[in-house]
């Protein structure tokens, strides 16, 4: 079964073939409306959204199938207590495909395992986020007409921002990128990020508090939200939610060709006044995402008898998950599994969420 739930699982040829197909599709859509005739896409989604769920139903209608689901844990068994690996066990028998959002980190992989269709990860907490991902690729492919040789500057939560960790995670495998991380000191990138797609030195990267600065430099400017339902503490979300505004004034000295970019909802980080300026690329990137789920689906479904890509884990005597989020704190009778990351200093992560863990004996 071939699942999507780190942007990694794909090559740099499968995306390449997604953004190809995608192009396809926005050239000719008559000639894909009736390609899933007949299936079923399952959406479940334990966490809001709008973009993301509704472009995912777009996808599906478009390509002539059928859609069933659920926006809102409440409205699902969750609230009484079902597992995940439970509730993707059922869905599977009504649905031939199934995108799911889940606030925990590592749902989608439980779920995956508990699955007899493929799943794709729409979103696990403040983990990754593929599709939107596979969306920003295909809006920087159309607007910069290549994925290499780009300064991109990723701005705000940098910390609990999913699509960030994505983005970064699928840019560092092309040539001549360099990324300039701005965020405050509380929201930096984590480390697990850091060290598995920016480490030893494989890709250019600065790290930095004022945008204003990093603006010149930058090709694209992919701006995010601050993740208000990830803060513990609501005292400290009120002290970072301002930190960055973009506003017309800051983009004085930007390129004339700057491509601004945002997963969308935004609250407050980018005025309005700056969608009226053509390096805005917003919503046509929110559009995109229609097209490149819909090559991703096709994708999905014709492969779903090729074999996974593994995540493999084995269980750590004495060590234990440590991260709230992660989904191995709260499904029932799940194994806390870890890879080794750093033999030498005998460093290991979690195979569901990618904290790093720490040995219950010390
Ligand atoms: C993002 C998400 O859900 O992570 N939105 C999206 O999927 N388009 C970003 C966010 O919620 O801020």
């Known amino acids: 079964m071939r699942n999507l739930i780190d942007i990694l699982e794909l090559s740099t040829e499968d995306i390449n073939g997604l953004i190809e197909v995608a192009e396809d599709i926005i050239a000719t859509p008559e000639k894909y409306a009736e390609a899933c005739k007949g299936k079923i ?63 925990k980190e590592g749902a989608p992989f439980v779920a995956a395992k508990a699955a007899t269709v493929p799943i794709i990860n729409a979103g696990d907490g403040g983990h990754f986020h593929p ?50 991380l701005i965020s405050p000191e509380e929201l930096k990138l984590p480390g697990y990020v850091k060290y598995e797609f920016l480490g030893d030195g494989k ?21 995010t939200r601050i993740q208000q339902e990830r803060f513990s503490s609501y005292d ?44 805005a690329c917003y919503f046509e990137q929110a559009a995109n995402g229609r097209f490149i789920r819909m090559a991703l689906i096709l994708k999905l479904l014709k492969e779903r008898d090729l074999p996974d890509v593994p995540r493999v884990g084995m269980s750590v005597e004495g060590l234990s998950c440590e991260n709230p989020r992660c989904i191995c704190r709260t499904e029932q009778e799940l194994p806390p599994l870890f890879r080794c990351a750093d033999e030498t200093h005998g460093v290991y992560r979690c195979v569901y969420c990618d904290q790093k863990a720490y040995s219950k004996k010390k």
């Open 41 to 103: 896409l399952g959406t479940l989604f334990f966490e809001p959204s709008t973009r993301t769920r509704l472009s995912f139903t777009s996808a599906m209608m478009s390509l002539g199938g059928n859609v069933l689901g659920f926006s809102e844990a409440t409205s699902s068994s969750a609230s009484k207590g079902e597992s995940v690996a439970d509730t993707v066990h059922m869905v599977s028998a009504y649905s031939d495909i199934i995108a799911m959002r889940h606030p």
């Open 131 to 180: 599709t939107q991902t596979l969306t920003d690729l295909l809006t920087i492919k159309r607007k910069k007409g290549s994925l290499n040789n780009l300064t991109i500057g990723l701005c705000g939560d940098l910390k609990f921002g999913r699509t960030v960790h994505s983005l970064i995670a699928a840019m560092s495998r092309y040539s001549g990128i360099k990324f300039v």
């Open 203 to 223: 890709i250019a990267y600065e790290e930095i508090d004022d945008l204003e600065k990093a603006m010149p430099e930058l090709d694209i400017l992919y701006m």
């Open 236 to 279: 400290e979300y009120l002290r970072l939610k301002d930190s960055y505004i973009l506003t017309t004034d800051k983009l004085e000295c930007a390129k004339p060709d700057l491509c601004i970019m945002h997963p969308l909802p935004r609250v407050n980080e980018i005025s309005v006044k700056v969608d009226e300026d053509p390096r």
